[in-house]
């Protein structure tokens, strides 16, 4: 990575070119003050992106039946071919954005088969009272899910129409930009996947325990974890990182007690 710019992809949630856009800005400056850096925005209000149908079909059959046909599968193998990518949205309704949550329904299919494992991920978000925390909790879910490690994140306060901030506020604005830009540029340079945490471990051996019950019921999941090698036994994790032992005995704890829940459910049904 020490010979070519360190790349990453925005997938700006904003409608505008606004406070959560000047963030994003901001980030831009700090990395590139500090490292090459390539930085490419996707504009979620330019992508064509039509609304999930929930017709199920790329989890039955696999997102390459999607019967919509637009930028959803650009937009993921762009995320693939970035080191880092930064979701980036204000905070409507308490909740990231329309633009953003569409973009996440599109690729809902990455909750049950995750890949971006080499990524990693910074969340931003702006709100102009509250929200900041529970959508950055939101972000997190869904980007450890996918596979990213989640390496920083910043909320900031901003005003839409309500005039200046107050100076302490602007400078917590810069601190916590600065922070986030700073771990986000060095586990970028760093390269390498640290350990899961807990969330992780547990995740992994849920979804292991679930789509390796469910078979036939579940083909193109239990074939992509099949291709991938992680229904193997004493399989830890989905990379071949070092996994807390305690994390893995509880981790296999819990995925013996949703394989038996399983099992005893699909018995029932038939």
């Known amino acids: 990575m020490e010979d070519r710019p ?12 606004a406070n959560t856009y000047h963030a994003a800005e901001r980030i831009r400056e700090i990395l590139q003050e500090n490292a090459p850096v ?24 696999g997102e390459e039946h999607c019967p919509i046909k637009d930028d959803a599968a650009l937009l993921e193998e762009k995320m693939h071919d970035a080191d880092g990518v930064v979701f980036a949205t204000p905070v409507y309704g308490l909740q990231v954005s329309g633009l953003m949550k569409v973009f996440i329904d ?7 088969r995750p890949r971006f494992f080499r990524q990693k991920a910074l969340l931003l978000t702006s ?13 997190d879910t869904v980007a450890r899910i996918w596979g990213f490690e989640v390496v920083a994140r910043a909320g900031i306060v901003s ?22 830009a700073g771990a986000f540029l060095a586990a970028l340079q760093r390269g390498t996947r640290s350990k899961p945490g807990l969330f992780d471990v547990m995740a992994f051996h849920m979804m292991r325990a679930t789509f390796d019950e469910l078979g036939e019921r579940s083909p193109a999941d239990h ?3 099949t291709r991938q090698g992680w229904l193997r036994k004493g399989r830890r994790y989905f990379v071949d990182v070092p996994v807390n032992p305690v994390y893995h005995a509880l981790g296999t704890l819990a995925e013996w007690y949703i394989r038996r829940q399983l099992r005893k459910d699909l ?3 038939g």
């Open 267 to 269: 018995r029932e049904i």
């Open 106 to 112: 599109r690729h809902s299919y990455i909750f049950h």
């Open 223 to 225: 074939a992509y974890w």
């Open 159 to 180: 005003h839409a129409n309500m005039g200046s901030l107050p100076a302490s506020q602007v400078r917590e604005n810069e601190e916590k930009l600065q922070a986030a």
């Open 38 to 61: 390539d930085w490419e925005y996707v504009m979620l209000r330019d992508a064509d992106l039509e609304q999930c149908r929930g017709c199920y079909t790329c989890f039955e059959r």
């Open 6 to 17: 360190l790349k990453v992809l925005v997938i700006m949630g904003s409608p505008r070119r």
């Open 127 to 139: 709100a102009g009272v509250m929200g900041n925390k529970e959508v950055l909790e939101y972000l």
